[in-house]
């Protein structure tokens, strides 16, 4: 197939995201990202519709090739020009699926109570979001949530930097930031901003006693963190401590230390109170 052919050139339109939301569909790039959509395809929780790869990446991989045969995928080989065409990135893998967006309402990503959740309110960069999802997936955090107007956690880029996490925990997305708050706390979850101007740091023994509870992390935008009124919307807010002379953390860093700090806390004896 060439960029010409009708199949690349549907494809094609999920690289945008008005493309994505038509179709409920996004595309997954590189080998790690299609193994764990595959794998998701098969335990039947994600979609897979078919695969586009060139005739140098099916001989470099060709287990790949033949894992998504045998999941009744349908493998489309396409021309290295076809492929850069569905490709965000500079140098193209040679590969690229079509998949069902994952994202469920908010109830359905809290139904089982997680204790930790990760929500993003407002970012931007697809990058960070999909970094986010990396994190709160290595964690062991059990849903993330994108509230207010934040990026697609489908974009290309957010897609990438996930390395194959998206696949991995329920994603939700609502507009309505206090209807998010709210199912966190009917999931028995406490709201906790990171924030830096907070009282207290994660350090302090006021905030690890916060930590070991059934939490959701709430993360504000890159540029401007967590507005005021939704600071005072939250249980608590605790901040990162910046111990040299750094002027801040970027969001994705920040998250990993507050999701890592909870993680360990929940994890000691007593961990997780209600």
Not at 57 to 78: I, N
Not at 126 to 148: I, K, Q, S, Y
């Amino acid at each position: 197939m060439t960029e010409r052919s009708a199949r690349v050139v549907v494809a094609r339109k999920l690289t945008r995201r008005a493309g994505r939301e038509k179709a409920g569909a996004f595309l997954a790039e590189g080998a790690q990202a299609v193994r764990e959509a595959l794998v998701a395809h098969r335990a039947g929780t994600a979609g897979l519709r078919e695969a586009f790869t060139t005739a140098a990446f099916a001989e470099r991989q060709p287990e790949l090739v033949a894992d998504l045969l045998d999941g009744d995928v349908r493998v489309h080989e396409v021309t290295e020009r076809a492929a850069a065409s569905l490709s965000e990135t500079v140098t193209p893998q040679g590969v690229v699926t079509v998949c069902d967006r994952l994202d469920v309402p908010v109830s359905a990503a809290l139904a089982v109570r997680p204790p930790l959740v990760a929500v993003l309110v407002g970012i931007t960069d697809p990058g960070n979001a999909g970094t986010v999802l990396r994190v709160a997936d290595a964690a062991g955090a059990g849903a993330v949530v994108f509230a207010g107007d934040s990026v697609d956690p489908f974009n290309g880029k957010a897609v990438r930097a996930s390395t194959g996490s998206l696949f991995h925990l329920p994603i939700a997305r609502e507009r309505d930031v206090d209807s998010v708050l709210a199912a966190c706390r009917d999931a028995g979850l406490s709201p906790l901003g990171a924030d830096g101007h907070a009282a207290h740091d994660l350090a302090a023994s006021e905030a690890r006693a916060l930590l070991g509870r059934p939490t959701a992390w709430v993360f504000g935008s890159e540029a401007h963190g967590l507005p005021d009124e939704l600071v005072a919307r939250l249980d608590s807010t605790v901040r990162v401590p910046i111990y040299g002379q750094a002027e801040s953390l970027n969001l994705a860093t920040a998250a990993a230390v507050c999701l890592y700090a909870s993680a360990r806390e929940q994890r000691e004896p007593g961990g997780v109170r209600g």
